[in-house]
């Protein structure tokens, strides 16, 4: 960090968020690049904007530094400042990668409250995550949350949902969510298909999984043996 500020002092006093930018972008070691942000910040006449905050985050996001990511955004929101929707989609990626719905939650909220527009991949993932801790209910509202908004489910969130049903015995859900798929406009794939065959031979329903099995195979679809 001192090396940093080194090279830059001849420079802080027309120092601008463009270039705090531009060595973040530049910088891959946390403790770099905090230390690099927190001398900016003390620089005369200058202030942080979105975009370097978000450069800032974006590191600790890919260190998976949640200390740090929940301590600057508290001080971006105090400094009255917001990011854009992929900046928040981001984050509820990292915190639902890591299991921590209440925060993934949070953010998402919180993008709803700034009108902006969780994102078709931000909505999968949380779901995926509701769907991995058997949140089942709550993933549905978020599903009905995400048609609301005029997202259109791909085969990826389908199966994630026919996942969630199948894991909960929730079998003829599941076999709702697959005939939903063609209405949909969406071919049901392996995956769909394996997901929910699965689930009817985990319950002994076995004359389910046949007729599954053959509807696969007349729609030319592979499964494996």
């Known amino acids: 960090p001192q090396q940093l500020a080194d090279i830059l002092t001849p420079f802080s006093a027309s120092i601008r968020p463009s270039l ?29 904007n979105a975009q370097s905050y978000a ?11 949640i200390r740090g990511i929940s ?7 105090n400094a009255g400042l917001s990011g854009d929707s992929r900046f928040y989609n981001k984050l509820i990626k990292i915190y639902g990668s890591l299991d921590m719905l209440i925060e ?15 994102s078709l ?13 058997k949140y089942i209910k709550r993933a549905e509202e978020v599903f009905h ?12 969130m389908y199966s994630v949902l026919m996942n969630g049903y199948t894991k909960v015995g929730r079998l003829e859900d599941a076999l709702n969510v697959l005939r939903g798929m063609a209405k949909g406009g969406v071919s049901p794939d392996k995956v769909s298909y394996t997901t929910i065959i699965s689930g009817f031979c985990d ?3 076995i004359e389910e999984a046949e007729k599954l099995i053959r509807e696969a195979v007349d729609s030319r679809i592979e499964l494996d043996a």
């Not at 301590?71 to 929101?77: A, E, I, K, S």
Request: proline share 3%; charged share 25%.
């Open 20 to 48: 705090v930018c531009q060595v973040l972008k530049r910088t891959s070691n946390p403790l770099s690049a905090t230390g690099f942000f927190g001398w900016a910040g003390q620089q005369r006449n200058y202030r942080h």
């Open 55 to 65: 450069a800032l985050i974006d590191i600790l996001c890919k260190t998976k530094d």
């Open 71 to 77: 301590y600057y955004l508290d001080d971006m929101r």
């Open 104 to 118: 993934a939650e949070r953010i998402f909220e919180y993008m709803r409250s700034l009108e902006k527009e969780p």
């Open 121 to 133: 991949q931000a909505y999968t993932i949380l779901i995926h995550r509701l769907v991995k801790a």
């Open 145 to 156: 949350d995400m048609l609301s908004m005029g997202h259109s489910p791909d085969q990826i």
């Open 203 to 205: 319950v002994g329903n």
